[in-house]
């Protein structure tokens, strides 16, 4: 059973950082399509930043430049580090993986990018205050 959890979100003020993660358990591949979406209310889910277990990495434009996503070795755990955060940025964030190859820049430019993901977790919530 592949689970995952995130950990890390919280309340800061614009301006300020915060460093997501999601500690990832019983994944049986060796490679892997991972994310972070996030959905804020009476909004879909969108991506803001994936990457392939060989490194390439893709972001959605309006985060560029302020959010890094890494990821262990072992594809046992996969970070966001958020800087510059701005009230735009309120959401609840989600932690996604999938073994099946897709698109990176599909994942964070095309809203049916969310679709298709075998595991999700539970989601940690990120405050922004202006």
């Known amino acids: 059973l592949v689970q995952l959890v995130e950990s890390g979100g919280g309340s800061v003020q614009a301006g300020g950082s915060l460093r997501l993660s999601c500690a990832i358990s019983?994944?049986?591949?060796?490679?892997?399509?991972m994310a972070w979406f996030r959905q804020a209310p009476g909004t879909e889910q969108e991506g803001v930043a994936v990457m392939y277990s060989d490194g390439r990495t893709a972001y959605r434009e309006s985060v560029k430049g302020r959010f890094t996503i890494s990821n262990d070795s072992n594809l046992s755990a996969l970070y966001l580090q958020m800087d510059s955060l701005t009230p735009e940025d309120n959401a609840r964030y989600y932690c996604?993986?999938?073994?099946?190859?897709?698109?990176?820049?599909?994942?964070?430019?095309?809203?049916?990018?969310?679709?298709?993901?075998?595991?999700w977790g539970q989601g940690t919530q990120v405050t922004v205050s202006s």
């Open positions: 996604v993986v999938d073994p099946r190859p897709r698109s990176l820049e599909r994942v964070v430019s095309n809203p049916e990018g969310r679709f298709d993901w075998y595991h």
């Open positions: 019983g994944y049986p591949h060796r490679s892997a399509y």
